[in-house]
Structures are given as structure tokens and as C-alpha cells.
């Protein structure tokens, strides 16, 4: 590939998406209408775990407006193949029926779906169907279903879903022996949950032997592959559009339970149905994540090095998790090494059954391992006296260390961990929050400082997140027009693809629109996930773009008679370098080639339209931030305040740095939510207790510090040297904000374990420390 | 449980319609007027993105009946301008990157446009305060502070 | 989440209002500002055959002084109280207490009297009115009465208004002389329901406690007023706030339990509210 001039790439391009969605013109799922269209709405279970003994639907169908409602027995045998390409067929799924079958097995599994004139009907006719429990015993927690005799899925035993493990524990206790210091704790971590802005939905409507969905998705072409393996109706009967969609975080990535029931009806109703999750369904049932604990160990000699560490992880997946859990429960293990030199390690790692909503994507899925490992290392600076940063210090890689196989055969490359760590020191001016802190204590005042480093494999290029496509048009009128599988739930591919390719193409970017989330519009595409999008969309608009680059220079050097390496293209003009007054704007050039076939050069196809696809150059690219917070902790009520925050991060070259800075600080936030604030609670009946927003607790612009960035630029291998940027923030920020309140409180002799830290918790931990 | 007929202005255009009782106005917006524009984020008053003007005041849309509006003047995000002709304080999130998914975006609009009417000079405390009755779950709050904070120190035009 | 189905009225005077409450017998609710009743009714948690909108009545609206104290219309919304300077001048409490309710737009439709007869347990206002004795006037069909604040919440959402009742306005005593008013609330984010709360409004004469009322809320099933004993006559100088904390939530039993925080948390936060709300007042009467 030729270098191409970055004029838009690189800098803080306004966005293309802004004017619709701050002026109320864009098109979520919910402003999707079609002629007729009817509502769905689902019965839910409201117990844990029971017996189905029987369902009449006869009262829900008498009342006026109701047009169907439909049970297991109805969809259910519908189903063809239910898998997803992240896991692939042959791997032995969890089990995912669309509609509970005989069994319930958490509060808001899906029992029944009405279908009525509109969502008020649809909710009045729900109340209506009569659906007959007999209450069985249920595991509201993880920790009492894994092992238990009473099981929650037949074929899995003992609650568990997968083991996996990297075998080396004998090792590392024979190191953890002679080993100067050996810390180790369990630490446990709270569900919480994406809780994107714009809850799940879908709207579905057969008619002439196709299937048309409107869906608020992360992955069109995923939510096409999905209905064509589920009904057995070929791909090319399907169409799926995702316009604008609110947030996804992961919870959009594939289709849940209620999406396939929508699927499986779509062909049994007279019109288009309508599903609009509400936010309680959405608490109660779109999933939850995080959720594990973990024992830790780390050994280190007498100068703080580290010798070994292991990590026995356990998380809850809940009753029906999305996708199969067992493979992203790995990560976890293999990644708890972190950005530091490791000479030994070992994992396991055990995925459990609950009667509670199923665990799916949350940005970061596999989170717990910087969770667990930051937080050890700050127990284990205080238990050897060490300061955490030098601790850090003394163990962790740098851009000379690379390429560096970590001890579980992960290979980190193109990384700079110190030299971002240090970078996020300095910013913080470490030395002097130190002497703040100090003043502060002689004062009754608790201040801390808390650090997270972390490593991140990006655009993972497993199975369908291989590779991109793209199409470019450039239309006659010389408008440019990008093609792309898209999946924007707001992380800006728009902008991103026009900035990327106006600067291929050398266009203006005035002069370049994208079309995205479209299947049949678009080229084949994973969707957002895997923070991927900004690599592959590069990636693919680069090798389309090409192809078009090159026709456009022999078209503008055969009609200003040059030689086609002296053409340069810019502002949507080719010139002839040294001669600026000889050149063709793409409006001339886009006429010669589709209107003025005469004019073209000999061997030059007609038109200005070509499709690319990009196959990911390494199977992971690794990004890695640092995150650090300083805090103040009031003793009396156990109120945090954040009072500064940093991230310095190398996502290699920013396309948009307002993007990139955006999806880092909305991804901080969330983390930040996650230490403090967010909880997906049940009671021990199994009651989910946060199913509103009154229960569950979002950070708002009260609460939030304003956020410092850092940026260290290592490039990637692979386009234009861009890395993964989307999930970072949400994995950084909990131990950051955690060792932050921890450091405040270590005067006190309080050992952080256990997550959220409301105000409660922060003062129990204080009042146990006291005695 | 009878349907009733009702008669408002929206963005300044009289919208008479035959309602049931139960009708929220954010459904009455979107459904019967076609202004999508305002979102529902929680249907209990939470997160804001339904917000809109009553009479002047922000309100959740979400916790009022469109009977209870007979006779009310509302404006919507859609009343505020257009993708042409962005309010200021449209542009100011636009140049701040005060958005990212939207979904939310139109509730922050009227609820900043409503607050900056009244407090004109606020301090960065005051804002945060007064917009933390809006959730958003993509920008971490950043781009939209700097946006209200840039809409402050550059005000529009004076108009009468 | 939609609510179900009912009868909507708007009746435009209070005699209008109390016959329907009277005729529609016991499946009628009364919409204030909704702000609390709308989303039980979206969540499907209550449903009513009726509502009776208050809205469109103009005499349940207003601040405005009478006699020794100050009168405000059930159907006066918070946002109201919160820009009214009479409000501000009679009865301060009543002032800062406002914008810890909610958020603005909430308290543009929220409602004096829709707070106070909603009666949640860690709201502000009811915390208000029973730490002040204020009078709250009621009409029904049967005619007028009066209910002293302190006898009128009975227990989570629970009042001693019938079913056929309405709420017509509040009287908040207005205290004369060197005074002191403070509001301190814990609370996780900007605008949430108090995990625990307190309310003081002291006198003073000279160095003296003349007068000192305690309130707490969140800390039970209703607002709750905490023993004052041997507090007037004292010096402030000679009390500890951390003892008036401590005095004030020593007899408290069934501090509510959640997933928020525990009674023990809570009840600890509320003494340290206490002490902080003491302290202001205090602050504020010796500067009188």
C-alpha cells in the first residue's frame, strides 16, 4: 500500500453523526414504525426457580387488542441451530431455549410472549396469562450452587458449566516455599452490568418469504447469522438494520433469548412486531457481568521481584449465559500475569450455575484479572512495606522487554507499559500527592492514591473477527459514498470511517458519507466488540480505497497527460505535482469514468466503485493503559470523592483523539460505577433488588472527576498502526478507585477484599479495622 | 377508562388528538406527534432522556399523563433546531464531543437549555449538580461539562 | 412499563374534587405532581380505577403568610418553594431542604402537598413538617380539619388521610427571634433518597436554648422527631453535637435494612447528621 497523507486522521474531526442525534432525527429501534405494526410484551417469571405446571393464555387472548400469544410449546420446536460465530458450532453450548420449557430458573425468565395493538395492551394482557409454579429450591448465589448436589441444568454437573486451568500449581507453591514474601487473598467482586441508555429491542417483519429486523445491535451481520441458523432461512432472505443505537457495551453484541422468540414469531404474526425492552426487563433480564472471586497468590523475593503468582478464579454465570462463558473465563487466567515480568504462573478457573439472570458481554469481559492482580499488588506493597508505584516499578515491562512472552504463552508486542506508567506518575505529580496525604492525615484527613496498570489484547482476530469489509462508491456527482458492517452504538465509526477515507481516497471529507449496519447494504462484519473497530475499519477502508486511489490517478494522468506518479490527490482535486492549475476535481474524474467511458484510459474499468476486505496482520494487538486516582474518604459516613484522575494509555496513533478520549472516559465512569456505586443484587431468594434506577446506581455528573489523559504512541501491527481502544477505561478504572480508597484508609489497617465500596461498606471495613 | 380528546402545542404547532387517560406524554410525543426525538431511557423518572419544556419548565415526560398537558405549550429537542441549524448549545456539544451514542442526548439538551435560561453564569459545581438528574452511560460525563461550560463563557447572540 | 388503564378527572375547584373523591369510594387516588405516583403506576406496582387530577385547582396553590405562620397550597410545587423569598425569610428549613429533593425537572412537577401525603420515609419535606409542628388542612365531603404533622404519618406511604380526603395546604410555624435551621442528608449520588437525614431548628435567647426541635428521616418507617431533653435552657456552648447525635438516635429501633446500607449504618450516619445539622443551626442562631 502506498503512504497516504493523514490530513482528517489525527485530529478532533467533528463528528458526522452529531447534527441528527442532538436535533432528535435519529432512528433508534424505538422510532422504527411499519404499517400495523403490533407490540410485544413477555411474561416473566417472578420466582427464582419452579416447576411449570401449567399456562392459560385464554383470559390474556379474550382481552381487546391482544393478537397472539405465543408459549414454549409454540416456538420453541422452531429452533434450527442456535449457535454464534464468537463460539462456533461444534463447541458444547450452554443450554438457551427461547422460551422456558418446563422449568424456570431466575426471576424474568421468559415464560410467554404476547403480541397486542400496543405496549400498554401487550403489558394488560402479560398481567392476564395465568401461569400455574410450583416453587423448587433455588441458588441465588454462585457460591452455594457450585459443588451442590441439587442441580440447576441437567448434564452439568455439580453446577458447573467448565474448568479450565493452566496446570502449573505445584510449581508455584514450591516457588511460594523458599519465596521472601508470599501474599495472598480472595477477592470478591459485585455484579454489575452494561445498562447501555437504549434498553434492548427489535422490530421483525415477515412478508414475502423474508424477514426484515430493525434491531438496536452491536452486530447486524451476527443478528442475520443468528435468525438464518435459528429459522433454517437462508442468509440472502434476510435483512437487518441497526441506524442509531444506544450504547451496547457488549450487552448488544449477540441476540438474547427474547430476540430469538421475536425471530422464531416473526413468521406467525400478520404484521411487523415490535419488542422494546423496559428497563426493569432490562435489569432483570438483559444479563449481568463481572461477578467472580478469585484467590490470589503472588510470591516475591526479598528485593519485591516477583517470583510467581496464581489466581484460582470462580465466577457465576448465572442460568443462561450469552455467549459461552467457559472460553472467556480463560482469559481471565492467562491474562493475570499483567504488564509484569512473571517468570512463573498458574490459573483455573471454574464457571458455576445460579438461578440468576445470565452473564453476558460487558466491555472488558474478562476484567477480574486487573481487578484481582492490582489490587493484590497494593495489599502486597503494604504487607513487604514497599511504595506500590516502586513495586510496580520493579516488576513491570518496557518497550525493550517486547516482545515478551508472558508465562502463560501469551505474547505481549508493540507495548510500552512502564514508560505509560510512568507517564501517568508524572501527570498525578506523585511525590507531591504523597506530601498532600500526609499533611492531610496529621490533619484527621483520609487521602489515597491508587494505581491499575493493565495489558489488553484488542482486535482478537478469532474466527468472523478476522477480517472487514468494505465497498466505496464514488457516485457520478463525485460524492463518496463508504460501505461498512458498522455496529456504532456510539463509539463514532462513522466519523471514523470518513475521516479515514477521505484521506485514502484524498477527498474533502465534506464530500464523503458512510452507510453502516445495513446487511444488505453492507459487506460481511463482525460488529463492535473485542475493541476492534478502529484497526479492522481502517484496515478495510485502506484496501478498498486503494483499488479506487489507483483508478483515480490513471484516469486524472491520462487526461492531464502526466505520468501517473506525478499526480497527487487532496481536497477531492488530482494534480500534477509541480503545476497545480493542471488538475481534475473527483466530480470530473467521477463523470469520465461512468459518463465519459471515451475518455478513459485504455485498460481502466468503467466506474469508481470497488470492495476490499482486510485480514487482521497479527492474531491480537495488545494496548495497555495505566490508570491512577486520588481520593478523599470521609471516616464518618464512608463517602468517597474522587478528587483527581488519570489515564495514560498507548492505543498506538488516534484516529479521532475526541474519540478516543471519549471512549475512555465513558469507560472509566463505568469502572468507577463498579467500585462505588453499580450492584445487580439479589436477596437470598433469589429476588433480583436493583431492578430500577432507584436501586441501581449510576454515576452521574455529580459524582464523576473531571479526567486527566496521557497518550503513548507504540503502533500495532496492523493498519495504520491503530490499536483497541473501547474497552480499556471499564477494565482500568475498579482497581484504580479501589487501591485509591485503600491507600486512604491503610492508616486505619483496613484490607480491601470485597466490592461495590458504597458508604456502607467503607464504613463496616473501617469499623472491623478498629475492632 | 374513556379516551378523551386533548389540544396542546408542540413546538409551537397545535396537535389535537383522542387519548386514553393513561397515555404518558412521552408516548403522546412520540407515537401521536411522530417526535421521536424524545427518549425513553427508565419510564420512572430516572434518567432523563425524556425531558422535555412544559410551560417553560424541564420535565420528565415519562411521569405525566398527556391528559395533564391539555392545554400546555411543550417543546421538544426537535423544537430547539435543527441539523442545519444547531442551537448553541447543539454546537457547543457537538465541538466538546458531548455525545456519543445520542440516546440520552436529547434530554441533556433540554435540560441544559432550560438551566442556562435561568442561571445564565453558573459555577462547574452548579452544573454538575443541576445535570445529575440525567443519565449517561457513554461520555463519562466529560465532553458534555466542557460543552455546558463552553456554552457559558460563549453565549448566543443576544436575543429579545 | 405502562401503567394500566383508569378513569381520569380533572376537577376544577375543591368542592368538585371532594365529591369525587367521595363517590368514587375506595379505587380512587389523588394526582399531585405524580412524580411518585407515576412511576408506581408505569412499574404496575399500584393501580387505580381513578385518578383525580388536582392540578387545575388554583386554591391549592400559593405561599403567602397567615398570622404566626406561613401558608403553603398542597399543589405548590417544589420548584416554587425553592425560588419563593417569602419561604426563604418564614420557614428556612423548608428552603434548604428543597433542593435536595430529586433533581430540577422533578421538582418542577413535584408537589409540597404530593411529597408530604406520599409520605416515603426518607423524603425531606415530611421530615420538615414534623421537625417544625406544622398543621396540615385536609377537606373531605364530612368538611375541614386540621392534622398535626406529627400525627399524621403512620407509616411507609401511610397517612391518617381517608381515602376520600384531600390535602389543602400546610402551615409551617414561623419561629421568631435568633434562630437556627439546618437540613444534612447522606445520600450515595446528587439527588438521591437519604440513606439517613436530620433536621434542626434551635432559638435562642441571650446564650439559652429557648426552643429545639430534632428530626430524622430514613431512619424508620416515618419521619421522626428525636428526644430534645434537657437541651432547652442549655448553652449550646455547653452541649456536644456529637451527644445530640448520639441522644438522638439511642432509642431508634427499626432502622430500615437494604441493599444500600444496613440499620447499624444507617443509624450511626444519622447521629453524624444530627451532629453536622447542630452545628449549622447553631452556627446560625449565634450569628442572629
Known sequence: MLPVAARYAGSRVQRVEDPRLLTGQGTFVDDVVRPGMLHACFVRSPLARARILSIDVSRA??????????????????????????????????????????????VGDPVAVVIARNRYVAEDAADLVDVEFEPLPAFASYTDANGANERIHDGYAANVAGQMGGGNGDKVRAACETAAHVVSETIYQQAYAAVPMETRGLVVEWAGGELTMWAATQASHEVRAVASRLLGLAENRIRVVARDTGGGFGQKTLPLREEMCLMLLARRVPAAVKWIEDRRENLIGAGSARHEHGTATMAFDADARILAVAIDHVQDVGAYPTPWPVGVAAATGLLFPGPYRVPLADWSTTTVFSNTVG????????????????????????????????????????????????????????MAPIQVFDKAIELIDYESFRHDQEVARSEGRYLGIGTSSYVEPTTAAMNHYGSEGATIRIEPSGAVNVYLAGGSTGNSLETAAVQLAADALGADIADVNTIQGDTALTPFGAGTGGSRSGSMIAGAVAVTAQILRERIIAIAAHRLEAAPEDIELADSRASVRGTPAKSLTLEEIARIAYLDLGSLPPDTPAGLEASGRYRAEAPVIWANATHVCTCQVEAETGRVTILRYVVSEDCGPMINPNIVEGQIAGGTVQGIGGALFEHLAYDADGNPVSSTFVDYLMPTMAEVPLIEYGHIETPGPGAGGYKGVGEGGAIGAPPAVINAVADALSPLGVTITRLPLNPAAVVALITEARG | MAEMEIEMKVNGRSRRAVVEPRLTLADFLREECHLTGTHLGCEHGVCGACTVLLDGDAVRSCLMFAVQADGAQVTTVEGLGSPDALSPIQEAFRDHHGLQCGFCTPGFIVSVTAFLRDHPAPMVEEIRSALSGNLCRCTGYQGILAAVQAAVSDPAPTTG | MKPAPFTYHAPTDLDEAVELLSELGDDVKVLAGGQSLVPMLALRLTAFDH???????????????????????AMTTQASVERSSIAAGAVPLLSRATPLIGHFQIRNRGTVGGSVAHADPAAEYPAVAVTLDADLETISVRGRRTIPARDFFLGTWTTQLADDELLVGIRFPVWAGRTGFAVE?????????????????????????????????????????????????????????????????????????????????????GAVMVARAWASAVEEAGRG
Open chain 1, 359 to 414: 452473564r453476558t458481554a460487558y466491555r472488558g469481559p474478562w476484567q477480574y484479572e486487573t481487578v484481582a492482580r492490582e489490587m493484590m499488588l497494593d495489599i502486597a506493597a503494604r504487607r513487604i512495606g514497599i511504595d506500590p508505584v516502586e513495586l510496580r516499578r520493579r516488576n513491570m515491562l518496557g518497550a525493550d522487554d517486547m516482545p515478551y512472552a508472558n508465562p502463560n504463552w501469551m505474547t505481549y508486542d508493540h
Open chain 3, 51 to 73: 385518578l383525580v387530577d388536582v392540578g387545575r385547582i388554583d386554591e391549592l396553590r400559593g405561599i403567602r403568610a397567615d398570622g404566626d405562620a406561613l401558608w403553603i397550597g
Open chain 3, 185 to 269: 442528608e447522606m445520600a450515595q449520588r446528587h439527588g438521591d433518597f437519604a440513606l439517613a437525614g436530620a433536621t434542626v431548628a434551635i432559638a435562642l435567647e441571650g446564650q439559652t436554648i429557648t426552643r429545639c426541635s430534632i428530626g430524622l428521616f430514613g431512619l424508620g418507617s416515618t419521619p421522626l422527631r428525636a428526644p430534645v431533653d434537657g437541651l432547652v435552657g442549655a448553652r449550646p456552648a455547653d452541649v456536644a453535637g456529637k451527644e445530640i447525635g448520639d441522644a438522638a438516635v439511642a432509642a431508634l429501633d427499626g432502622v430500615p435494612s437494604d441493599i444500600h446500607a444496613s440499620g447499624e449504618y444507617r443509624t450511626r450516619v
Open chain 1, 61 to 106: 387472548l379474550e382481552l381487546d387488542g391482544v393478537a397472539a400469544v405465543f408459549v414454549a410449546g409454540d416456538l420453541n420446536p422452531d429452533v434450527r441451530e442456535p449457535w454464534f460465530s464468537t463460539t462456533g458450532k461444534d463447541v458444547p453450548d450452554t443450554p438457551r431455549p427461547p422460551l422456558a420449557e418446563g422449568e424456570v430458573r431466575f
